[in-house]
């Protein structure tokens, strides 16, 4: 099976723009989660995906959006970009949907706001 | 933020040494998971342990988990230079979906 991938690999945005990342998860799972790690805060959960709808959400402000279609697939979208939103966004996808199966990590996007 | 720990911060040891890594963390768990990440890339999922399960193994590698002391400890035997990473471990709360939430890393250097 192929793993979960996410792109692009990398972003470079200015300030007050907005970007959209991707992340396929790997087939048959329907969850899908992104995280936001930076040197300072560490690993930190933004949301959660199952089946279209959004489970959960982290303590980030309404710039952070996302989304989860038909077929897994998922969008993050983050507006009015910061210097702080500089950062690796990752995703993970996983089969079981009660928080009991492994958790499956993409390569990352690396975005960079100037 | 962060729920949990990790100690040491960073080690550094010789090939063929044992790493041990220790977490600590805050609320009940479904399961605790650790990863490891090479120089900013994706996280690699090594092993997932429940919460009714004490110790698990997977080829060189040995977890604990300790649920009335609310920690873990991942042990690496004979290590080898491209074990050098930084390790994570992530807890998954109790009847809190798929949230990980992980601990602060240890920076493991193994050195020839």
């Known amino acids: 099976k192929a793993g979960v991938t996410q792109t692009p690999r990398y972003l470079i945005k200015t300030r007050g723009q907005q970007v959209t990342l991707s992340c396929s998860p790997i087939?048959?799972?329907?969850?899908v989660s992104w995280y936001q790690q930076t040197p300072g805060q560490g690993l930190q959960f933004l949301f959660e995906y199952f089946s279209e709808t959004q489970r959960n959400k982290g303590n980030f402000p309404g710039r952070f959006s996302g989304r989860q279609f038909s077929n897994s697939r998922s969008e993050m979208n983050v507006s009015t970009l910061e210097l702080g939103d500089s950062a690796l966004y990752l995703c993970?996808?996983?089969?079981?949907?009660?928080?009991?199966?492994?958790?499956?990590f993409g390569p990352g996007t690396r975005l960079t706001v100037t | 933020s962060q729920q949990g720990e990790e100690d040491p911060q960073a080690l550094s040891i010789q090939e063929g040494e044992n790493a041990t890594m220790n977490c600590s963390y805050k609320?009940?768990?479904?399961?605790l998971q650790w990863y490891r990440q090479n120089s900013g890339r994706g996280l690699v999922h090594l092993i997932l342990i429940r919460s009714n399960e004490r110790e698990k193994h997977s080829g060189r590698l040995r977890v604990t988990l300790d649920t009335s002391k609310k920690s873990s400890s991942l042990l690496i035997t004979a290590s080898r230079a491209a074990d050098t990473a930084s390790y994570f471990c992530?807890?998954?709360?109790?009847?809190?979906?798929?949230?990980?939430?992980f601990g602060t890393g240890t920076q493991l250097k193994v050195e020839l």
């Open positions: 609320t009940s768990i479904n399961n």
């Open positions: 993970a996808s996983s089969s079981s949907g009660m928080g009991l199966g492994e958790q499956y």
């Open positions: 992530a807890t998954v709360p109790t009847g809190g979906g798929n949230k990980l939430t």
């Open positions: 087939s048959g799972h329907r969850s």
